[in-house]
């Protein structure tokens, strides 16, 4: 089983960047779609993005569309998601995941390995 473990995270002002990052230790990566989900104090778990095997499709939450960047380096094991304009409604705890299919899936259910989580805090 693949084995997903999230970095980068910290205390950041509004406004402000980060680059969030997760390394894989599965001999599969690039053969299954990879997204970012997030959990803030009190709410449930929200999709954030997704990205296909390939790299070439990508999906957004709404609410960062135009602000998040999600990409992947197959060739390291690695999956990326550049957050700019950065918001205190974005703090949460984000979690990578990896999903069972090769493309872009939105819902929660399609991904069968998640990370432990990284902390962002957005402070105004």
């Known amino acids: 089983q693949v084995q997903l473990v999230e970095s980068g995270g910290g205390l950041v002002q509004a406004g402000d960047s980060l680059r969030l990052s997760c390394a894989a230790s599965?001999?599969?990566?690039?053969?299954?779609?990879m997204g970012w989900f997030r959990q803030a104090p009190g709410k449930e778990r929200e999709f954030v993005a997704a990205i296909s095997a390939s790299g070439g499709s990508t999906d957004y939450a709404d609410s960062v569309k135009g602000r998040f960047t999600i990409s992947r380096d197959n060739a390291k094991n690695t999956l990326y998601l550049q957050m700019n304009s950065l918001k205190p409604e974005d703090t949460a705890v984000y979690y990578c995941?990896?999903?069972?299919?090769?493309?872009?899936?939105?819902?929660?259910?399609?991904?069968?390995?998640w990370g432990q989580g990284t902390q962002v805090t957005v402070s105004s």
């Open positions: 599965g001999r599969t990566f690039s053969t299954y779609a």
């Open positions: 995941a990896k999903s069972i299919f090769g493309y872009t899936v939105t819902h929660g259910s399609a991904f069968n390995s």
